[in-house]
């Protein structure tokens, strides 16, 4: 991929576009033996910009604010590379307009409803592939084809960049669905005052202007949420609308708008030093702060898909963008997504129940956006020889759940058995309440135990956008603490008996994101066009294992035997194993402690004190040295002995 060619003129230095002045993104000017030539060569050409465009593809922009080989403009004081050219190129935003899941959804939509063909292609364009979509429209079209698409270099822009900076203000907040208030007038909204207006001028015909407004959540708000016209199985209007997305309201039902944590926040991180913007402008100050034009979001999946068939996709980014903006998401889902607790085990009877909870550090649901995504636990107990004792949720390589045959799972308060999973969805249904994965068909929601934002209510005025569904909605544990509601999280306690774990045991739950499960793809098998095959040929190619995002485990816990000691009850158990040497050791036993001994691994008796906290526990006074102590418990001739592991942090 060719990068800007830089030319010294006078005292200054001047970034000259290379792709093409009459927007092909295919042709390439080329640099001749006279530099000044060139310089008068593109400033000829420049003469003649059409002025009625309303867009430019972003190839245009990358001249200013792509790759810098000089090292002084788009980059940070470290060296780092943080063009907007080349984050944006590999981001689901660069790769709207020709993202082949898309594509072949769009193509879906069209053979179940094609009454519906015009009218369909349209809508799904306005986001996709919007600066070609609005062009045709205000040009007198009245419908947007993928036929169209595939003709026009500012659709295959997909959300180029006048697709976001063109967006005015007017409405945002309340247009949704893809009715983005485009200003018409040539202005390039951005969000640093007293913008250098000359070099685009000159350039591109555009002007900057600063606006607030392109920095608020409120500005993702026409794509990131949609609601569509249900139809019926014949494809004839129902008269009802359906929530097939609702990213932005999430948000507004949440926390974070109050604490000013806006969508850019997230998925167009801040760097805090002053950037030069532009190339090839010595003078020009730096910007700060500086949003990087990643769009990091969690699609993982079809950012790699197209990776691996970019020459297919007529893609020609650099494998190097590509891995760079996988990088992005990797970080962004292990770090910035959700956070995973274990809690101790607790022995009723003849069971035990480990609590495993789930927060959403999201600023919406999680997960969030298209229908086809979810996320699911895993939870495996193994005994020290590498034996699996109990397994729920794990996920396969072909992006299945092993032992899960039936879809969908109910949401699950308590899962006591290995053919149980919580799954984390949206399940779409049909008029006749049937799950359906055709969204002009969503007439329904018959499941959404999305983990919700922190804040989130079900008495906010936007609740009826983003309802939980399902067995969620009663459960305790589900964002709510008692009365309170907006905790983030969910509980899910594991049920088990203790026969099957007596010993030492390990504990390892997991949650695994999934941006297009292979059941989502079902329906879509039944048919067959260009578009659909070129995917699925696609698909089942990649990998399809689902992403781990959060991990956590304890090792080498002791379960007592289901069993009476001496006739008298359960056996006693210390936990957590091990320990650090700084917290607390519980004893959980059904007894009353009589007498407790203990010593070091060498045999040295040592004093330790205990407190009986509730019913059947006692909390030790440990040593805070690391270690490995033995315990002797008594109650009356009744005697245990147990074995402590402390360590350091």
């Known amino acids: 991929m060719k990068k800007s060619i830089l030319i010294a003129l006078g005292a200054g230095i001047f970034a000259l576009v290379a792709a093409t002045i009459n927007g092909s993104a295919s042709e390439k000017t080329e640099l001749s033996d006279d530099p000044h030539a060139y310089f008068r060569q593109l400033i000829d050409a420049h003469r003649e910009l059409d002025t009625t465009a309303l867009f430019l593809t972003s190839q245009r922009c990358e001249g200013c604010h792509g790759f810098d080989p000089l090292g002084l403009a788009n980059i940070t004081a470290a060296g780092l590379d943080v063009n907007l050219f080349d984050d944006w190129e590999t981001s689901m935003m660069g790769l709207a307009g020709v993202d082949p899941l898309w594509k072949a959804k769009v193509r879906h939509e069209v053979l179940t409803n094609p009454s519906h063909a015009g009218e369909l292609q349209t809508l799904c364009t306005s986001c996709h592939a919007p600066m070609g979509h609005f062009t045709a429209i205000y040009r007198g079209q009245q419908h947007y084809t993928l036929e169209d698409l595939s003709q026009d270099s500012l659709g295959l822009s997909g959300v180029g960049c006048l697709g976001c900076h063109s967006i005015g203000e007017e409405g945002l907040g309340g247009r949704f669905t893809g009715d983005i208030p485009y200003d018409t007038s040539r202005v390039a909204y951005g969000p640093f005052q007293n913008p250098m207006t000359g070099p685009m001028q000159l350039y591109v015909n555009f002007t900057p202007v600063y606006s607030p407004h392109v920095s608020k959540g409120r500005f993702c708000s026409p794509c990131h949420t949609l609601i569509s016209n249900t139809v019926d199985l014949s494809g004839q209007p129902t008269g009802q609308t359906f929530v097939e997305q609702a990213t932005f309201h999430e948000w507004i039902n949440s926390a974070?708008?109050?604490?000013?944590?806006?969508?850019?926040?997230?998925?167009?991180?801040?760097?805090?030093?002053?950037?030069?913007?532009?190339?090839?402008?010595?003078?020009?100050?730096?910007?700060?702060?500086?949003?990087?034009?990643?769009?990091?979001g969690a699609n993982s999946f079809m950012v790699n898909l197209i990776k691996q068939n970019k020459g297919a996709l007529g893609v020609t980014a650099s494998d190097a963008n590509f891995d760079s903006t996988l990088a992005a998401i990797t970080q962004l889902l292990r770090f910035q997504t959700v956070d995973l607790s274990l809690g101790d085990p607790v022995i009723e009877g003849d069971s035990v129940t480990f609590e495993v909870e789930i927060e959403n550090k999201a600023g919406h649901k999680f997960p969030t956006g298209y229908p086809a995504r979810r996320a699911f636990v895993s939870f495996v107990v193994t005994n020290?020889?590498?034996?699996?004792?109990?397994?729920s949720g794990v996920a396969k390589a072909n992006g299945t759940i092993q032992g899960i045959n039936s879809l969908p799972q109910p949401h699950y308060t308590v899962i006591t058995r290995e053919d149980q999973a919580q799954i984390y969805e949206m399940i779409m249904g049909d008029v006749n309440g049937n799950v359906t994965t055709v969204l002009e068909r969503g007439a329904t929601h018959l499941k959404d135990n999305r983990i919700p934002p922190l804040g989130f209510a079900n008495d906010h005025p936007v609740y009826d956008t983003v309802q939980i569904v399902g067995e969620a909605f009663t459960?305790?544990?589900?964002?709510?603490?008692?009365?309170?509601?907006?905790?983030?999280?969910?509980?899910?306690?594991?049920k088990l008996p203790i026969n099957a774990l007596a010993g030492n045991v390990n504990i390892s739950a997991k949650v695994y994101y999934q941006a297009v499960p292979p059941h989502w793809l079902d329906e879509m098998r039944t048919f067959s066009a260009p578009e659909i095959d070129a995917f699925l040929a696609m698909y089942d190619a990649a990998d399809k294992q689902a992403i781990e995002i959060a991990e956590i485990s304890r090792t080498d816990l002791i379960l007592p035997l289901n069993a009476k000691?001496?006739?008298?009850?359960?056996?006693?158990?210390?936990?957590?194993?091990?320990?650090?040497?700084?917290?607390?050791?519980?004893?959980?036993?059904?007894?009353?402690?009589?007498?407790?001994?203990?010593?070091?691994?060498?045999?040295?008796?040592?004093?330790?004190?205990?407190?009986?906290?509730?019913?059947?526990?006692?909390?030790?006074?440990?040593p805070d040295a690391a270690g490995v102590y033995l315990l002797a418990i008594y109650s009356g001739k009744e005697r245990h002995v147990l074995k402590i592991a402390r360590r350091t942090h």
């Open 384 to 391: 020290n020889l590498g034996d699996t004792l109990f397994s």
């Open 475 to 494: 459960d305790p544990n589900f964002n709510r603490n008692g009365n309170f509601q907006g905790t983030g999280k969910d509980k899910i306690f594991y």
């Open 565 to 622: 000691s001496f006739g008298q009850g359960l056996a006693p158990m210390a936990f957590p194993q091990p320990s650090f040497a700084d917290e607390p050791v519980f004893i959980q036993w059904n007894k009353t402690i009589t007498r407790l001994d203990a010593f070091t691994i060498s045999g040295q008796k040592i004093n330790v004190r205990y407190v009986r906290t509730k019913a059947g526990q006692y909390r030790l006074e440990m």
């Open 256 to 296: 974070y708008p109050e604490e000013d944590k806006q969508c850019q926040t997230c998925h167009m991180p801040k760097i805090e030093e002053p950037i030069k913007i532009a190339n090839g402008y010595t003078g020009l100050p730096g910007r700060s702060p500086f949003n990087l034009h990643t769009f990091t």
